[in-house]
């Protein structure tokens, strides 16, 4: 059974910092995507940053440059290291996995908030 399983979540001021990691078990790790996606009240899902097997990434334009994604298959997890945070960054963050088969997998998400 595949799980992902977020954590690092919080509540945190503008200008702050975050990493939020993602243990994944049940799937073939090293061949998947991982991503984050997050969602705010009111709003859609929305990409923020994937990272391949091959360790290319791609991020939303609204995060470029304040947040990184990397991975670590030895320990099948996911980080989101987010840097100077804003209000706008308020949502629920989901981890997601796409593996070769193009099988998809969502976390339960993880709360973060930005506010002072």
């Known amino acids: 059974q595949v799980q992902l399983v977020e954590s690092g979540g919080g509540s945190v001021q503008p200008g702050g910092s975050l990493r939020l990691s993602c243990a994944a078990s049940?799937?073939?790790?090293?061949?998947?995507?991982m991503g984050w996606y997050r969602q705010a009240p009111g709003k859609q899902r929305e990409l923020v940053a994937t990272?391949?097997?091959?360790?290319?990434?791609n991020y939303a334009d609204s995060v470029e440059g304040r947040f990184t994604i990397s991975r670590d298959n030895a320990k099948k997890t996911v980080f989101l290291q987010m840097g100077s945070l804003k209000p706008d960054d308020t949502a629920v963050y989901y981890c997601?996995?796409?593996?070769?088969?193009?099988?998809?997998?969502w976390g339960q998400g993880t709360q973060v908030t930005v506010s002072s």
């Open positions: 997601y996995a796409r593996n070769p088969h193009w099988e998809t997998t």
């Open positions: 049940g799937i073939a790790f090293s061949l998947s995507t």
């Open positions: 990272i391949t097997h091959y360790y290319g990434t």
